[in-house]
């Protein structure tokens, strides 16, 4: 199912639709900040299965999933006050931070790194905060890429490519082609593991400092 979704003024009933599909176990794409993502309720263990065998991932290369605020992100993972000061600067945003896991027995074990890490996305898209919002608790998040691994933006290619896979699809328009920039937050001075969308120079000038 396709649904085409304002991406300022989201239509309710479509939104609704996708919040009924991850509450009963179901798999979407959605639109984020950057590139389309599959997701689901991160505490359906089938559905992560079973986006794991879309992506064709190795679970030793766990999902990040997306979270509405920091004080959404605190509840699912331990932010140390330098970890905080620079989050508040780049949030809502293309970033992905990694962290150190907290909720260690409600976590699924699959978003969790051997190291007790999770990433964790907050985007500037309202289609993902109204989601976020209706499900009441985060989402796994996982960009969709085309057979040979590449990253697709054109809507009619995502579709057409994943239909037979996934339970609903948002149609939030056209996105870029660049994944989040990914920021290590584990320790005090923060290390950038992907560059990607976003400008992270004077923070990381004012977190070094």
Do not use: W
Not at 89 to 97: A, K, R, S, W
Request: glycine share 8%; charged share 25%; aromatic share 6%.
């Amino acid at each position: 199912m396709l649904l085409k979704v304002h991406p300022k003024n989201p239509q309710r009933r479509h939104i609704a639709r996708a919040i009924e599909v991850i509450r009963n176990g179901g798999v979407i794409i959605y639109p984020t900040d950057t590139v389309y993502g599959i997701g689901c309720s991160i505490f359906d263990n089938q559905a992560i299965e079973r986006i794991y065998r879309i992506k064709q991932q190795d679970h030793k290369k766990p999902f990040s999933f997306i979270c509405s605020d920091l004080s959404h992100i605190s509840e699912y993972a331990k932010v140390s006050n330098s970890a905080y000061r620079m989050m508040k600067h780049l949030i809502p945003g293309p970033y992905t931070f990694i962290l150190p896991a907290g909720r260690l027995k409600q976590l699924p074990k699959s978003l969790i790194s051997k190291r007790k890490e999770v990433g964790i996305r907050v985007p500037d898209n309202l289609v993902c905060h109204e989601l976020l919002r209706g499900v009441g608790h985060p989402i796994l998040n996982a960009g969709v890429e085309d057979g040979d691994g590449n990253l697709i933006n054109d809507v009619d290619a995502i579709y057409d490519r994943y239909k037979n896979h996934v339970d609903l699809m948002l149609d939030g328009g056209g996105s870029i082609l660049t994944l989040s920039t990914i920021l290590d937050l584990t320790d005090d001075r923060p290390v950038v593991v992907r560059h990607g969308a976003g400008d992270v120079s004077s923070v990381l000038v004012e977190g070094e400092a």
